[in-house]
C-alpha cells in the first residue's frame, strides 16, 4: 500500500536564518526541514536517504546542534539558525572538514558525505580533545554504504589535527 | 644587428626546469569529483528537481503479489486538482517490455501482475502531491492467483505456474570427470546445505531524476550503470528511434547492481512523451525503491565435497536453487556465474553442478556486487572448513594443499595463469600473527573468540562468451590538455579518476591537465556497464589504447619540432623533450599548434573487445570462459557472545591482487567497503518477506553496518602485474565482498565450535547454531 496522501494541508509560516541568511516563507504543516532546505530554498547539499531517521544522511546543525532535517519539521525551525554543507565552505576555501575528506578519499560515492561532514562538524566545535569513542559515538547515526568508514575516521582525525595546529 | 627580446610571462615558463617525473597510475590523484561532493554542490538525480522540475510523476503499484489484472479506473485519479494525466500500457508506444538479458517485465503492466513492485499506471500532476493524490485513486481490479511465496512452493507438484512454460526459469551445469566414482573413493565425504539471503543493495541515493521531450530528443538524467544499453531498452519499450534519447549521468549514490535494471526511465520517458516541453520529476522514498527494486538472489547450495585422506581434494557435487523472482533481469548470468565459481580457486578433478533458477512471486533477483560468486564462496569455503576439520587438518595447511596454482584449472576447465590466490593468502595470514592473538584465556565464560580466512576467485567481465567490450576517445585540446570521452559510468567506485590518470600517464601530463565527459550517450561512446568489476579492465583498456595513439602523434610532432627520433623523446609534465638533453624540448600545448598544422587528427578512439569463448552447454566447460581471474584472501577475528548470539568483529584482514593499483587510495576504499558490505551480509542484512511482501522495506528494519559495526579493516593491495590490463591493472570492486563474508563465517565456526549455514548470522541465527534449535523446531515457537 502507498502511504496514503492527505488532501489538503494547511499552510504556516517559518522565519528562520539559514547559513547566516534571513528566509521568510510559507511552508505545508507537514513538510520536514529537509523538503524546506531543498524544495523551497533549492539547498539540495542536504540530502534525504531513507526519510525516517536512520542514515543522518539529511544532518544539518539547529542552533549548533545536529539534527536529522527529515524527522524535524520545517515549521519547528521558526526563529532558528540553521547550518547546512553550504554553509561551511567560505568563497572558494574549503572548511577542513571538507578538506580532509577529499584528501583521505573519505567521499566515494559521496551521497552521506554533507551529512557526514555536518556531524563531524558539531563535533569538532564542541571538543578541542576528542578519544576514539567520541569520535565513532558522534558519527554513528550517520551510514555510509561505499567506505567501510576507515577514511571517514581517517578524514575527521586529520581534520582534528589541523585544526588544533592552526 | 642586435635584436631586442622582450620577456614574456610564457617563455619565463619555458626556461622553468620542468617538473620531476610524476606517474598518474600508482598514485592517489585527489579525487576529481571530491570538493564538489563535499561542497554539497554535486548534482544527484534528486537535487535536479527545486530548479528544473515543471511537472511531477508518481508510479501506480499492484497491491497483489500475484493476480490477473481485470480493470483500469482512472476516472477519479483525473478528477484530483492538478492531475494533469494519467498513463496505462495503452498509452505506451512501443513493446512496453524491459529485462537486460530476456525483454519479460512489462513496465506498465497490463493484464497480470507477477510482484508487488509491478507498475500499472504512471500519474503525472502539476505538484508531487497531486500526483501522488492521484496514484492512490487509481482504481485497479484484480483477481487474485495464488502467491508463490517459496522456491519450494514454486517446484512442488501442481504449483501455480507464474509463465506457460512454467516456474524453473532455466538451469547451468558443470560436467567434469567422474563424481560418482570419485566421491566412492574418497576418504572423506562431507555433505551441507547453505541458505544464503536476499539482500537489498541499499545505495543511498535514491531513484530520481528528470525527463524532457522537446519533439525531437528526449533527454533523461537519471543514474543508471550502463547508460547505451539502457538508451536502448527504452527505446524499444517506448517505441522511440535510439538517436532520439539521450541519457546523462547525474552524480550517482552508489549502485552496487542495484542500478543495472531499467528503474525509472520508462514511466519519465512516458510522462514527458506526453507532456511535450515540460521538464518532468520523479522520485521514489526510500520504501517505493526497496519495493520495486530487484535483489541479490537467495539461494539454496547442497554441497558435497570428497577428500583422500591426505587431504587431496577428490570430488564435489553442487546443486543449486536460485531464488529467481518475479522476472529474468539477470538471473541467467548470476546462475552461470554461480556455476562457474562453484568449486572456487581449489583444483577438484572431478566435478558436478547444476543451478535451477525459480520464479516466485518476490521481486526480480538480478545484479549485486559478487553476482553469484559471492553466494557460491560462503559455500566452498564452508565445505572446506568442514572438511579441514573432518580430516583433523589445519585449516590453512588443507587449503593450501588444494589452492590451483599457475596454469591449473577452474571449476569451467579454464586454465589460469598467473595465479596468486597463495601469495594472497600468506599475506592475510601473515598480517593476522603481526599481533598476537588474544585467545579465549581472558574471556568470561560466555564468551568466545575465534578467527577465520577465506580465499576466492573471480572471473572477471560477463564471461562465457557475453559481448563485451569498451570504446573510448582521447583527444589533445587547444591549450594543451588532454580530455576523455567514455560511456562508463562514476557510481562512487572512482572512474573517472582511474581513467584520467590511465591516459594522462601514457600522455606524460599532470592530473591538472586531464579532463573527463563521461556517460553522456550524445557525447560519449558506449563502454559497457559498471559491472562485473570490468570498468579499470575493459574501459581501461580501451582509455589506454586511444591515449597510445594520441601519444605516437605527439611524439611524431615533436620529433619534427626537436629535430630527433621520436623514440629520444620523454613526455614528462605537460613537456616534450629529447631524453638525453632536456633543454632541447618543447611544450604539450605548441604541439598541439603544430600538430593542427601538419594534419594530425590529435584525437584517437579504441575499441577493446576481447575474445571469451561460450562454454559447452552439457558440461559448462571452456577454455576461456573469462578474460582474467582475480584472487583474494582474507582472515577475520570475531568475539561470540554465547548467551545472547551476539557477533562483533573484532579485525578483518583483506588482501587482494589487483595487478597494479592505478589510484592505490580508490583501491583501498573499494576493499574497505567491500568488507563492510560483506560484513552487513554475513551479520545483519536480509530482506524478509511474507506472501511476497517485504516487511522491512526501510533502513529502520533492513539493518546496514555503521560506523561502530566494523573494525578497522586492514587493507592489503597485492600487485601481480596482468599482462592483459592497462599497466598490468585489472580490477576490484567485487572480490572484496566475496571473500569477506565467508571469513567471518569461518571464524565464528571457530568461535562456537558449530558450522554455519544460513545468512545473515544474526543474534537469533547464532544462538540457534549454538543451541542446535532449527528455526522449523518445535522449541522455536517459544520465541
Known sequence: MPDPTPMEIPMTQVACTVNGEAFTRDVPVDSPLLEFLRDVL???GTKGACLEGECGSCTVLVDGETINSCLMLAAQANNRSITTIEGLASGAELDVIQDSFVATGAAQCGYCTPGLIMSARALLNDRPDISETELLTALEGNICRCTGYASIIEAVKRAHRESQSS | MIQQVTTTESDKAQDAPIAPPDHLVGKSCRRIDGKEKVTGTALYGADLFPNSAELFASVVRSQHAHANITAIDTTKALEVAGVLGVYTHADVGGTNIHGLIRRDHPALASKRVRYLGDAIAVVVAKTERAAKLGRDRVEVSY???PVIATMEQAIADGACKLYPEGNVMGDKRIRKGDVELALANSHVVVTDTFFTQTVDHAFLDIEAGTGHWDGQVLTLYVAGQWVHEERRL???ALGLPVEQIRIIQPVTGGAFGG???????????LAALKHQGKTIALRYTRSESMRARHKRHALKIESTFGAKADGTLTAARIVVHSDEGAYASTGIAVMRKAASHATGPYRVPNVEVDVYGVHTNNNPTGAMRGFGACQMAIAYEGMMDRIARALNMDREAFRRKNLIQSGDTVTTGQHVDPVSIGHCLSK????????????NDKLPDYMRRGWGMS?????????????????????MNDDGTATVYTGGVEVGQGLLNTMMQIAGEDLGLPMEHMRIVAADTELTDESGSSSATRQTYFTGNAVRMAASELREQVLDIAGIKLKVHPHEITLQQGWAFETAKPDNRVSIQQICTEGLTRGYSLKATALFKPRTITEVPQTGQSPRAFITYLFGAHVSQVLVNMETGEVKVERHIAAHDVGKAVNPQSVEGQIVGGVAQGLGMALMEEVTYKDGRIMNPGLTDYIIPTIKDLPPVEAIIV??????GPFGAHGVGEPPLIGAVPAILSAIYDATGKAPCELPMNPERTWRLINDVRENDPLSKVF
Open chain 2, 455 to 475: 580465499a576466492i576467485c573471480f572471473g572477471l567481465g560477463y564471461g562465457d562468451g557475453f559481448p563485451d567490450c569498451s570504446r573510448a576517445r582521447v583527444e
Open chain 2, 428 to 439: 592475510a595470514i601473515a598480517k593476522f600473527k603481526e599481533r598476537p592473538y588474544p585467545g
Open chain 1, 42 to 44: 533549492g539547498l539540495t
Open chain 2, 143 to 145: 483477481e487474485p492467483l
Open chain 2, 259 to 269: 542500478r543495472e535494471d531499467i528503474s525509472i526511465q520508462i514511466y519519465l520517458g
Open chain 2, 234 to 236: 527504452i527505446a524499444l
Open chain 2, 719 to 724: 600487485e601481480h602485474d596482468d599482462p592483459g
